[in-house]
């Protein structure tokens, strides 16, 4: 047996956040801890509120509330993303998932369904790392991977501190930012930023884990001459063997996995001046995959090339790691309940990876855990053109609902 939620109201409320530091180009900029943050909380402190729900809000401003279920004793199951955006981002990365556990909590209320376990919706702070690093900093946090001093010190461009601006806009709570008590579960529907569930067809995305990732960087120490009388044979051009580098890490991931991706993404050129041969490139360098054994696989590839590279250039070069994180598995559990729901509901649907971070990867180091991925046209995200049809968001917060049901109050 499913439990609809009610497509038009989910719709109108997906709408009406829109609207909250909406774009002329029909996408979102609501900066973590901006006034319009702030404005998007009060907004969802009302709709809480109407629902008879009490938030607590958090020192590190991320928010809560609880519906409780009939067992007194039972964990609660936690829902809900985020409702900051990216500089002009888009309308449903992260507002997705908090309106579809707010939906959730609406639609229990409507059928005054009790639940077993009680039901608790959160915003996290700070999820996209764009004006603050890192990203899902609230999250991280909360799961003790982040110490809260050292990210209240953290400061945007302006040179504003975090601490200040939470402060700014009144979301610095007095409830301790870590779990109160254990969690039954955590479940989080987001859209999926990549091409995947619409170039297979599919409506939902059961996401069974997220990738794991390791950036490295590589410099090159060559010598800067006059570009000019330099014969080439007399050059050693850190840029060059750079530049070998860039080009494998582009072939590199086809030969390791079908979903293996590479990126250079950074390169900083000294004294990068137009009549100046170049002695010293730093770029770095990143892989994901689903596949630690690839991920490793890969980085070990890129520190050959390197060295090939150097060699072939007459550069002398070094490398560093700069972050390694291991993919996650999702709990059999939680992707069982998304996958039983998305069934139960008919919706067509498959198993996938999530190619980015999310919060939900942080809560899996706490508690059981999965997510609900919505298809994204084109794969867009972190920008205005993000879209996703009012009928697959919908499906998917039908599917996050019934998942958390099944939890809630299992079937015997
Ligand atoms: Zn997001």
């Known amino acids: 047996m499913t439990v609809p939620i009610d497509r038009d109201r989910f719709v109108a409320t997906m709408q009406e ?143 504003n501190r975090f601490v200040d601006e939470l402060e ?90 079908e979903r293996t991706v590479g990126t250079v993404g950074y390169v900083d050129v000294e004294p990068n001046s137009i009549n100046i041969i170049p002695d010293e490139v730093t770029m770095t360098w990143g892989f994901r995959d689903p596949s630690d054994d690839v991920v490793e696989q890969a980085k070990e590839r890129a520190v050959a090339e390197s060295e090939m590279a150097a060699e072939r250039e007459g550069v002398d070069w070094e490398w560093e790691k700069r972050m390694r994180s291991e993919s996650v598995d999702f709990a059999d559990k939680c992707v069982d309940a998304v996958q039983g729901a998305a069934d139960d509901l008919g919706y067509d649907n498959e198993q996938i990876y999530s190619g980015a971070g999310h919060d939900a990867a942080h809560l899996s180091k706490f508690c059981d855990t999965s997510m609900v991925f919505a298809p994204s046209e084109d794969g867009k995200s972190h920008n205005e053109d993000e879209y996703t049809s009012w009928e697959d968001c919908y499906k998917g917060a039908n599917t996050l609902a019934n998942a958390a049901l099944r939890i809630a109050t299992p079937v015997e």
């Open 17 to 159: 956040q829109a609207e909250i530091g909406g774009t002329e180009g029909g996408g979102l900029h609501r900066l973590a801890l901006s006034d319009e943050d702030r404005e998007v909380r009060d907004w969802l402190t009302d709709q809480l509120e109407d629902l008879g729900l009490t938030v607590r809000v958090d020192e590190f401003g991320n928010m809560f509330a609880r519906r409780e279920g009939t067992d007194p004793d039972a964990a609660p199951v936690l829902v809900g993303s985020h409702l900051d955006s990216q500089p002009y981002g888009g309308i449903y990365d992260g507002a997705l998932g908090v309106v579809g556990a707010l939906e959730l909590l609406r639609t229990l209320e409507d059928e005054d369904i009790r639940t077993e376990h009680p039901i608790e919706i959160v915003n996290w702070t700070n999820e996209e790392g764009s004006r603050f690093q890192p990203a899902m900093q609230g999250s991280g946090v909360w799961i003790g991977e982040h110490d809260l001093e050292e990210q209240y010190e953290t400061t945007d461009e302006d040179g």
């Open 168 to 257: 700014r806009i009144g979301y610095r709570g007095d409830v301790p930012a870590e779990p109160q008590e254990e969690y039954e579960a955590a479940l989080e529907l987001h859209i999926e930023q990549g091409p995947y569930l619409e170039l297979d067809d599919k409506s939902v995305g059961v996401v069974t884990g997220v990738v794991g990732f390791y950036w490295g960087a590589t410099t090159f120490y060559g010598e800067a001459d006059h570009s000019g009388p330099t014969p080439m044979h007399y050059r050693n051009d850190a840029l060059v063997a750079a530049a070998d580098v860039i080009t494998q890490i582009r072939r590199i991931p086809s030969t390791l996995g």
